[in-house]
């Protein structure tokens, strides 16, 4: 099943809806367990600071909880990405959008 209608995205394998992954593992259930694990541990080693918050923070938040999993932790996206039929923001979108909501959320 493709969670994420990626199955022709250079994010992932090869004629499968798993993202490329440092464990090189290409069996989606298998490698959502190891995520699940890598990050439980991952999540306690971060330390948080306190608001404003940016997507510079964002994107440090991201590497440190997926670095040890993707190539990729912490870098902006470069295609546009749905689940379920629902579109994520478009990429081209993805600072302005943020750059929203970061200034409502410190008003």
């Known amino acids: 099943m493709d969670r994420y209608d990626a199955c022709n995205d250079h994010y992932c394998y090869t ?5 490329k992954n440092k464990l090189n593992i290409k069996d989606m259930d298998e490698f959502e367990k190891a995520e699940r694990e890598v990050t439980a ?3 306690r080693r971060i330390g948080f600071r306190r608001p404003p ?9 991201h590497r440190q909880l997926f670095s040890d999993l993707y190539q ?3 870098d902006l996206r470069g295609v546009d990405i749905s689940k379920g039929g629902t579109r994520f923001c478009n990429v081209s ?3 302005a959008e943020s750059q929203k909501i970061f200034g409502g ?3």
């Not at 004629?15 to 993202?19: D, F, P, S, V, W």
């Not at 918050?53 to 938040?61: Q, S």
């Open 93 to 95: 979108r993805v600072i």
């Open 72 to 74: 990729w932790a912490g």
């Open 53 to 61: 918050y940016n997507l510079e923070y964002m994107k440090n938040l």
């Open 41 to 43: 541990i991952t999540a």
């Open 15 to 19: 004629g499968t809806a798993t993202l």
């Open 105 to 107: 959320l410190q008003k």
